[in-house]
């Protein structure tokens, strides 16, 4: 499955964006655990939040609880960031991944396919 991320951008504190994580090929998303993380140079990858093949099974980092929020569309077959609140220490690159199963979503190791990853900048 090869997973495309799209939506980053520059935008200043307390601003928004949607982020935006499908597949190249069109192959269904609909059997993935779908997470999102985030990494800046020199750190490891972050994990940000995941989302279970039931959509009401969600969860996030402490770091965004309350300002992000994850999401799935099957008739996209896109899974979302939501990003509200942006603050500066969010400037990242975020990466979607996916994976058949996981017993810890919150470890990159346990997913299968990665995004190329978009860039998120916030202005102070």
């Known amino acids: 499955v090869q997973l495309q991320a799209f939506g980053g951008g520059l935008v200043q504190a307390g601003s928004s964006l949607r982020l935006s994580c499908t597949t190249a090929?069109?192959?269904?998303?609909?059997?993935?655990?779908m997470a999102w993380f985030r990494q800046v140079p020199g750190k490891e990858r972050e994990f940000i939040a995941a989302i279970s093949t039931n959509p009401l099974d969600t969860v996030y980092a402490d770091t965004v609880k309350g300002r992000f929020i994850i999401s799935r569309d099957e008739a996209s077959n896109t899974g979302y960031l939501q990003m509200n609140n942006l603050k500066p220490e969010d400037t990242a690159v975020y990466y979607c991944a996916a994976a058949i199963w996981y017993v810890d979503p919150k470890i990159p190791r346990a997913y299968d396919y990665w995004g190329q990853g978009t860039q998120v900048t916030v202005s102070s």
């Open positions: 090929s069109g192959r269904s998303l609909s059997i993935y655990r």
